[in-house]
């Protein structure tokens, strides 16, 4: 068997608004006064609209340390020296005059604990707050025009039945002998002194504009939100019977106390997509001490406790409904209209929500913290409704709107979609101990003005005639008035009247028959009935005509009233194009105004956004400037360096220009000694050759001229170089010379380059027992304990010197070996000085006493006759001391 699927429930289409108009929430600030004159204040009072808040003194309203003054504007500011009846002029008296024309309104107090939420709106005796003067008010404008008691009847859904006033005397009288239903309070009974003079008399006010043609009824419900539960402080609690109440001992009491708890209320939808709490006791009330009667019986069962800030802390958010019901009169204006789809009900929310606090000041515990965390989460709630409402509005956003994380924005969802006005009233305390959690309320009420609420829709208005009571009324007392001219009742009810005609008749005779043939009575009886039956006809036409007479004036006052109508329709049409163009301004000032303020959002994030990029533009400036003081300095810099550069590069170039003039000489004079030394060489060689031959002639061979070396002042004198020096020739030396201090008993590694030039000088390093190498290599450096290294390089004078660089070969940890120089010695050969250079032969002429031959130059023994020696590790260095001898000639 198949099972029929079961078709989902559709989805309720969203509620579409009824009027584009929208109004903003009306949000007002109330500054209650100091406990103590000396205490710091921290909020003050700058106009009627304005007030600033300045951090007291320890405390830093920043970030960074700054002390900073803000200021926020509300519709209106009220002092401290404000009265509870200016306030209720400007803030509560406009939703009460809706309530009286069918528009609902919620108006709720918000703040901090121990602002004066609860006085604001309760009040005190003899300064009656927002909820008393709002039930005085309703009373005194409806007071004459209220149906009698259970003629509206609730039907628990939400909406109202009528009933005639018979059914509502049975429902009276039902009511009155059930013992469990609780009874309504009467305005005989003796008032409560708590209230009995919250108003005084020359403070009543009422509204204007009430509909004469219709009947009310008000009706009142008072309901708490505590811990997220909705508990109706208007059901009566009833006593468990079996259970009995034990006490701390163990035993039980003789009085039985225990009581059930409450039970939780829970929130419904009704028909019209409107929320209520199903289950609510709703009392019907006729007169102001009645409904604030009620009101006290509920205040009595909220939770309240005492706290470090507050000693009667508010536990919970209470709500006190005001449902106003109204029907219209049938067409003879007498008695209400049977029909239920004309009964209007609006109703007024006073809500006094718990203020917020926290738990480090409070020093909560136990219950308290968790009715404290409670109440901070309904009211974080609370803020983050409004902010997606904003968000929504201001941006064209279509976020989700969370109205069930909490049982109070769930339940007020409907005046935040366009069902009725909303009014906030934002209470602040000026101690400098509340400055932060003031500062945060200040801001959720900023925020909540920017917030648009939908205007409602006024309800259409029944098809009867107006005036109708006034017309009833003017009827009954006309028909007084001719009954009181001829003698009858005034203001006395049907069978009275009756009565008084009855016996206005003439009296009957008497009917007893005594004998048959009586001729006297019947007669006399006929005579009396006709009498009274001609009474009778007379009263009819006189009723006739007065009802005739009636009916003409009512005809008249019709055609009147008739004409009238029109002239109303027809002003009433031109209103309607009046209103049809003040609600096209409307629009277009609405649509204006939106516009504007969505100018002045976008205004508002350019200019942020502009001080954003003026701080950028600020520091980028200041990064530039320093970048740029930074480039000049590295460009001063460089210049500098380029300058110094320069210089060194002019200095280099100076430099290398000199040392290549230098190198060119001295290779200029080493090619000539080159040649000189060849050109020596083949003259010694000649003159060897020539003397050999000429051993045995008694003189020799005549001394060929032979190229003089250029002398000394000829020469330029190069500098030291590294380039190789012309070798030179041997000279004389002494027999008896120094032996070089490289030679000793150690190995000795002897490196000399191959680059190295041979002098062919006498004395030569000799370093015994030694490896020559040209090039140094670990397993020789392995093998031997000293290193020599032989070096060349010119002179100062152009002429080559020898360094003999020492050394000792050491070990290092690694396997190696190393070279420490300890010692130099330098080698270096000079020619003699003299007036030139040119060699002159000994032959000629003798030399005279005294005076040296040229031919001294050129023996060998002569030339031999010049040696040097070093002095190594002299404070100078390498030290050159030459000695001069002077061959001795034998005798």
């Known amino acids: 068997m198949i099972r029929p699927t079961k078709g989902r429930t559709p989805r309720r289409p969203p509620k579409k608004p009824s009027n584009n108009q929208k109004d903003p929430v009306g949000v007002y600030c109330r500054v209650r006064p100091l406990d103590v004159e000396d205490e710091e204040c921290c909020i003050e009072v700058i106009s009627s609209t304005t007030i600033q808040l300045h951090a007291p003194d320890g405390l830093k309203a920043n970030r ?93 859904k939400n909406g109202m039945e009528t009933q005639n006033e018979v059914d509502a005397l049975l429902e009276r009288q039902r009511r009155e002998n059930q013992p469990s239903v609780p009874k309504t309070p009467s305005s005989k009974q003796k008032l409560d002194p708590e209230f009995a003079d919250m108003i005084k008399p020359e403070e009543a006010c009422k509204a204007d504009g009430v509909d004469e043609d219709s009947s009310y009824s008000v009706f009142v419900s008072y309901i708490e939100i505590y811990n997220n539960y909705i508990y109706d402080l208007l059901e009566e609690t009833p006593y468990d019977p079996i259970k009995p109440k034990w006490n701390g001992g163990g035993t039980p009491m003789r009085q039985n106390t225990e009581f059930i708890p409450p039970q939780s209320k829970i929130l419904r939808e009704d028909q019209n997509h409107n929320m209520y709490v199903a289950g609510c006791i709703e009392v019907e009330v006729k007169s102001t001490e009645e409904a604030f009667e009620v009101f006290w019986r509920g205040q009595k069962k909220r939770r309240i406790a005492n706290t470090q800030l507050n000693r009667e802390s508010s536990r919970s958010h209470s709500v006190f409904i005001i449902k106003l019901a109204q029907a219209p009169l049938d067409a003879d204006g007498e008695n209400i209209l049977q029909d239920k789809n004309q009964v209007s009900v609006s109703q007024l929310c006073l809500v006094d929500l718990a203020g917020s606090e926290r738990t480090s000041r409070t020093r909560a515990e136990g219950n308290r913290l968790r009715e404290a965390g409670n109440i901070n989460q309904s009211l974080m709630t609370l803020r983050t409704c409004i902010e997606v409402l904003r968000e929504n509005q201001m941006c064209g956003t279509n976020r989700m709107v969370p109205y069930r994380d909490s049982k109070v924005t769930h339940l007020f969802k409907n005046y935040f979609d366009g069902e009725g006005k909303v009014r906030m009233v934002v209470c602040v305390n000026p101690k400098a101990d509340d400055y932060e959690e003031s500062l945060l309320v200040m801001r959720f009420a900023e925020m909540t003005q920017e917030v648009e609420v939908a205007r409602p829709v006024d309800r259409p208005i029944c098809g009867f005639a107006a005036g109708r009571r006034h017309r009833n009324q003017a009827f009954k007392e006309e028909l007084s008035r001719k009954l009181d001219e001829r003698g009858g009742p005034v203001d006395r009810d049907v069978p009275s009247v009756m009565n008084h005609l009855v016996h206005s008749f003439p009296p009957l005779p008497s009917c007893e028959l005594i004998d048959p043939h009586d001729d006297i009575t019947l007669p006399r009886m006929i005579e009396a009935l006709e009498n009274r039956q001609r009474i009778r006809q007379m009263m009819i036409e006189e009723y006739n005509k007065a009802a005739n007479m009636m009916k003409s004036v009512l005809q008249e006052l019709d055609s009147n009233l008739v004409s009238k109508n029109n002239f109303i329709h027809e002003q009433t049409g031109k209103l309607g194009e009046k209103d049809k163009i003040i609600q096209n301004y409307k629009a277009e000032i609405d649509r204006l105004e939106k516009k504007t303020k969505m100018q002045e959002y976008k205004i508002d994030i350019l200019q942020k956004t502009t001080n954003i990029y003026e701080v950028d533009k600020r520091s980028l400036q200041h990064e530039l400037e320093t970048r740029e003081q930074r480039l000049q300095r590295e460009l001063s810099e460089k210049r500098r360096m380029e300058q110094h550069m320069h210089g060194m590069v002019t200095d280099t170039q100076l430099k290398w220009e000199k040392e290549c003039v230098r190198r060119v000489n001295a290779k200029q004079l080493e090619m000539q000694n080159k040649l000189w030394v060849k050109d020596e060489k083949l003259k010694q060689l000649k003159a060897i050759v020539t003397e050999s031959k000429s051993s045995g002639r008694p003189e020799p061979p005549p001394r060929q001229t032979q190229p003089q070396r250029p002398s000394r002042e000829e020469r330029t004198p190069a500098k030291r170089s590294a380039s190789p020096s012309p070798v030179p020739t ?58 020599v290294l032989t070096h060349q390089e010119i002179a100062s004078d152009g002429e080559i010197q020898t360094k003999l660089i020492k050394g000792e070969v050491i070990r290092t940890r690694g396997g190696g070996q190393a070279v420490q120089f300890t010692d130099i010695e330098t080698l270096k050969q000079e020619h003699a000085t003299g007036p030139s250079r040119k060699r002159r032969s000994s032959e000629g002429s003798p030399a005279k006493k005294g005076e040296r031959m040229d031919g001294d130059w050129t023996d060998v023994e002569t030339r031999c006759s010049m040696a040097m020696e070093m002095r190594a590790g002299s404070n100078m260095g390498p030290g050159y001391e030459h000695h001069g001898y002077t061959k001795r000639r034998k005798p």
């Open 64 to 156: 960074n340390g700054e002390f900073r003054e803000t200021q926020y504007s509300f519709k209106k500011v009220f002092g401290n020296a404000t009265s509870q009846m200016e306030l209720f002029e400007d803030v509560a008296k406009s939703l009460v005059d809706d309530l009286i024309h069918g528009r609902n309104g919620l108006l709720f107090t918000y703040g901090v604990t121990g602002s004066g939420k609860t006085f604001t709106m309760t009040g005190s005796p003899g300064q009656g707050g927002l909820l008393p003067r709002s039930l005085d008010m309703i009373f005194n404008s409806i007071g004459p025009y209220q149906a009698r008691r259970y003629v509206f009847k609730t039907d628990d």
């Open 730 to 787: 041997t000279t004389p030396v002494r027999p008896l010379h120094r032996r070089s201090r490289s030679a000793g008993g150690e190995k000795w590694v002897d490196h000399k380059p191959s680059s190295s030039v041979d002098l062919d000088t006498v004395l030569q390093p000799i370093i015994p027992n030694s490896i020559k190498v040209s090039a140094p290599s670990e397993k020789v450096l392995s093998k031997c304990d000293k290193y």
